[in-house]
């Protein structure tokens, strides 16, 4: 099995910052791209930033210019670093995590258990 840890959530003022991490272990794997996802209540899951395993981003325009998706691929981890937060950022912040098993020539999704965000305005 491969399990996904975030951490890093919280509770911060509108306009400071945090630092979300996100990291994948377990059985043999390749990790592909990895993902940050947000829901906040009452509303559908979204993708807020994405990362190949050869560096390229993807960001949902309410977050472009003020959150930056980075990984590391000799951790197995990915990093969202949140700056000039504001109240609508305030959700639970999800991982997901694109691998291969050593077994398997299929790619699978893990989700992690998601950490809260909460901004203050």
């Known amino acids: 099995q491969v399990q996904v840890v975030e951490s890093g959530g919280g509770l911060v003022q509108a306009g400071g910052s945090l630092r979300l991490s996100c990291a994948a272990s377990g059985i043999p794997f390749r990790l592909n791209a990895m993902g940050w996802y947000r829901q906040a209540p009452g509303k559908q899951r979204e993708l807020v930033a994405s990362?190949?395993?050869?560096?390229?981003?993807n960001y949902a325009d309410s977050v472009k210019g003020r959150f930056t998706i980075s990984r590391d691929n000799a951790k197995n981890t990915a990093y969202l670093q949140m700056n000039s937060m504001k109240a609508e950022d305030t959700a639970v912040y999800y991982c997901?995590?694109?691998?291969?098993?050593?077994?398997?020539?299929?790619?699978?999704?893990?989700w992690g258990q998601g950490t809260q965000v909460t901004v203050s305005s």
């Open positions: 990362i190949t395993s050869g560096g390229s981003t």
């Open positions: 997901n995590a694109r691998v291969v098993p050593s077994y398997s020539i299929n790619e699978y999704g893990y």
